[in-house]
């Protein structure tokens, strides 16, 4: 489908190519006559979609299970509308709560492209945005922020990052209600063009939710992202080594499986944007190891091969008792 086939959340992912108004208007009409979900699946290039997110993206089998869940109510729909049954279209503003890494904003990425596929938005994009890009500094600039930040969602997906900075009670001069307020309008007379994924911790979003009943009644869906398990971990480096065309020596996987035992214990763990900032590290060592024979003709196996010396160097083991 032309994404990477893992983007770690917090990383810049591809953003997929524009589609010219003819072609979306082409995939809007295709799926009209269709009479069953294969069909509809298969016109759409939905069902596309959902077989890369099963396998390109390790674990969380709670949130693809609901994704799933989704898909079928909107392919459901589109059946119902090609028989001229009633079809109102759902409320799909969601709630991502989950440590970093975890894989939010990829899971948003692939939303928003099958959201687009079974024509419930008319685009296929995302926009990413923090507290920054909505809230001013000064009286008058918030709502202009928040309004063009919404001009460039309309008829895709808004992802708004730790959405609960939004909301800074402490702060009377704080003009993050007045951004607060501006969304609740959008979200609701607006939500058949635009789907508002808010993103956060859990506690956090919890907390938001209470101080912001109008908020928590507008989301739909709330889905929890759980950490991974270390041998959930040990795939996704597979899978980022695949992609850059590099592979663990004989040894050197299960070498990483103790590195990972090992930071999972210490703080500030990220999932799986700790593991690619270890693969990155281990990267570095292996070329300042390769680096240092100057005179060497190295094959493409040697240029391509993690060692276990060059996970071990890390620092993590230094900790090992």
Same mark, same amino acid.
Do not use: W
């Given at each position: 489908?032309?994404? #990477?086939?893992?983007?770690? @959340? ?25 009479? /069953?979900?294969?069909?509809?699946? $298969? ?25 799933? &869940?989704?898909? $079928? ?58 507290? &920054?890009?909505?809230?001013? *500094? ?5 709502? @202009? ?31 993050? *209600? ?13 939500? &058949? ?73 210490? #703080? ?11 693969? %990155?590290?281990?990267?570095?060592? *292996? ?16 240029? /391509?091969?993690?060692?276990?010396? %060059? ?11």
């Amino acid at each position: 489908m032309g994404s #990477p086939l893992y983007s770690i @959340p917090g990383s810049a992912a591809a953003a997929p190519p524009e589609t010219p108004v003819e072609a979306q208007q082409g995939l809007a009409a295709q799926g009209s006559d269709a009479r /069953t979900v294969s069909e509809v699946l $298969a016109r759409s290039q939905a069902g596309a979609v959902m077989e890369e997110l099963e396998r390109d993206l390790v674990g969380l089998a709670p949130i693809k299970a609901r994704i799933r &869940d989704i898909a $079928a109510l909107l392919v459901i729909d589109k059946l119902r509308m090609n028989l001229g049954l009633a079809a109102q279209a759902p409320s799909l503003h969601m709630s991502f709560t989950g440590n970093p890494g975890t894989g939010k904003t990829t899971v948003a990425l692939r939303m928003a492209q099958i959201l687009f596929r079974l024509g419930y938005v008319r685009k296929g994009h995302l926009v990413a945005v923090t507290r &920054d890009d909505l809230v001013g *500094q000064y009286i008058g600039h918030t709502a @202009p922020k928040t309004k063009e930040v919404l001009k460039k969602a309309m008829g895709g997906v808004l992802f708004i990052d730790e959405a609960y900075y939004l909301y800074r009670p402490e702060n009377e001069r704080d003009y993050g *209600q007045e951004a607060i307020e501006i969304l609740l309008q959008v979200m609701e007379n607006q939500r &058949d063009d635009l789907v508002v994924i808010l993103a956060g911790y859990k506690d956090r979003m919890e907390a938001f939710f209470r101080s912001n009943p109008g908020m928590s009644s507008r989301i739909a869906h709330h889905l929890d992202f759980p950490d991974y398990p270390c041998e959930d971990l040990l795939r996704i480096g597979d899978k980022l080594l695949e992609q850059q065309n590099y592979r663990f020596a004989p040894g050197a996987r299960e070498t990483f499986a103790e590195y990972l035992k090992l930071r999972l214990a210490q #703080p500030h763990f990220a999932n799986a944007r700790s593991v690619r900032n270890a693969l %990155d590290r281990a990267r570095l060592r *292996q070329a300042s190891r390769l680096f240092a024979d100057r005179e060497r003709q190295f094959t493409a196996e040697e240029l /391509t091969t993690i060692a276990a010396s %060059d996970i071990r160097a890390s620092r993590v083991f230094d900790k090992e008792t």
